[in-house]
């Protein structure tokens, strides 16, 4: 089973924030019901609400990494530093960095100048997972 890799725009709402001397980031991994961008041409997908219901409930741990880079962890659901919930707009997360690592430091002040504003998520379909059609949208 491949791994899917799938970058959301700035509908992602992704946010850098400062509580006391702590630095977290936020937003929404994926959007339900939203047409994607093409993801090559002529195919779009859209993510229903119940796509994550498994995985939490189950508890499974999840990473939150920059750019897929394995080596560059910001966050373990096993550890702690890593929220995961959703809402009826998607998948949200609320990842606490580390304060004494350089690069989460410089990455959290890059979200919050605005220059990275975008986020992505990873994901593995599982058999009977996918569901096609035709249409316009």
Same mark, same amino acid.
């Given at each position: 089973?491949?791994? !899917?890799? /799938?970058? #959301?725009?700035?509908? %992602? +709402?992704?946010?850098?924030?400062s509580q006391g001397d702590s630095l977290v *980031?936020?937003?929404?991994?994926?959007?339900?019901?939203?047409?994607?961008?093409?993801?090559?041409?002529?195919?779009?997908?859209?993510?229903?609400?119940?796509?994550?219901?498994?995985?939490?409930?189950?508890?499974?741990?999840?990473?939150?990494?920059?750019?897929?880079? !394995?080596? /560059?962890? #910001?966050?373990?659901? %096993? +550890?702690?530093?890593?929220?995961?919930?959703?809402?009826?707009?998607? *998948?949200?997360?609320?990842?606490?960095?580390?304060?004494?690592?350089?690069?989460?430091?410089?990455?959290?002040?890059?979200?919050?100048?605005?220059?990275?504003?975008?986020?992505?998520?990873?994901?593995?379909?599982?058999?009977?997972?996918?569901?096609?059609?035709?249409?316009?949208?």
């Amino acid at each position: 089973m491949a791994i !899917e890799k /799938r970058i #959301l725009s700035v509908n %992602s +709402s992704l946010r850098a924030e400062s509580q006391g001397d702590s630095l977290v *980031l936020s937003g929404y991994a994926a959007r339900f019901n939203v047409l994607s961008h093409p993801i090559q041409p002529g195919v779009c997908e859209r993510i229903d609400p119940k796509a994550f219901d498994k995985t939490l409930a189950a508890g499974d741990d999840v990473r939150c990494l920059f750019n897929h880079d !394995e080596s /560059r962890v #910001l966050g373990r659901r %096993s +550890s702690g530093t890593l929220k995961l919930s959703t809402d009826e707009r998607g *998948l949200k997360f609320r990842c606490q960095l580390d304060k004494n690592q350089v690069a989460h430091r410089d990455l959290h002040a890059s979200i919050k100048r605005g220059d990275i504003s975008d986020c992505s998520f990873a994901f593995n379909v599982v058999n009977g997972g996918e569901d096609f059609s035709d249409g316009k949208d």
